[in-house]
């Protein structure tokens, strides 16, 4: 299980002291899909790359399995078995897939078969990949199911994704929610996904919008995206309008 108490995050720039993150406090059972989601600049990803390691708070306390982990770096925490998908995945010409895995696996004799079932897992054949390298020659969408193969195979019990969806084509897209889905139905991993989008959104157990640094609300599917729907109305002025004109 995964606690925030009281997360707060400061920095300072050319304008003075600026709050990104004020007096978060969530908690996330295991084996639960959960979607942070919001404006851009809410806070979002900020607060995922605080459960990594990525950033250290200015205040407040991070729990992980009833450990205190506030002051532990991202290796710690990738022990602990915390891992974090980033929006646009690493390429490394040079390595192949099979590299990665292997790494990932902390397994230097890992065999064939357990890489292909980690790739199969995300919708990938073993003999058209395992050898490829992990470079241009990958479209987004690969890259990302194969970061998420390197998550399978290192065991992870708490999954983060940042806006899995950005820079991948509708196809891959497709597949890549399926994946998540199968992960959350096969898997006793949490996940925590940020997205704006509605396909991801109703995979969720549940939904925290995060907005102004703050948790503004939480909930099913069912109860947040009315809500989603109704503030990305109000602050349309084009919508509004047409809103008004059909009243």
């Known amino acids: 299980m995964l606690e925030l108490r009281h997360i707060s995050y400061t920095v300072n720039d050319a304008g003075g002291e600026q709050t990104i993150l004020r007096d978060v406090s969530v908690t996330i059972p295991d084996g639960k899909l959960v979607v942070f989601t919001g404006p851009n600049g809410g806070g979002k990803t900020t607060l995922a790359k605080v459960i990594m390691g990525l950033v250290t708070p200015t205040g407040g306390q991070i729990l992980y399995n009833g450990q205190d982990i506030t002051a532990l770096g991202i ?28 790494i990932a696996s902390g397994d230097e004799k890992l065999s064939k078969d357990k890489c292909c079932r980690y790739l199969t897992q995300v919708g990938l054949c073993a003999n058209d990949y395992l050898d490829r390298e992990v470079d241009v020659s990958l479209s987004g969408g690969e890259v990302k199911r194969i970061e998420i193969a390197t998550l399978l195979a290192r065991g992870s019990e708490l999954m983060i994704f940042d806006e899995p969806e950005a820079g991948i084509d509708l196809w891959s897209f497709a597949r890549l929610t399926e994946t998540f889905e199968d992960i959350h139905r096969t898997h006793s991993a949490s996940m925590i996904i940020i997205s704006h989008q509605e396909r991801i959104i109703r995979l969720a157990d549940e939904i925290i919008v995060v907005g102004g640094g703050e948790l503004q609300y939480r909930g099913s599917a069912e109860e947040i995206l009315p809500k989603i729907m109704e503030d990305t109305l109000s602050s349309c002025p084009v919508l509004t309008r047409k809103e008004a004109a059909n009243q």
Do not use: C, M
């Open 75 to 102: 290796t710690e925490r990738a022990r602990l078995g915390i891992s974090y998908g980033f929006q646009q995945p690493p390429r490394f010409k040079g390595i192949t897939v099979r590299d990665l895995l292997t």
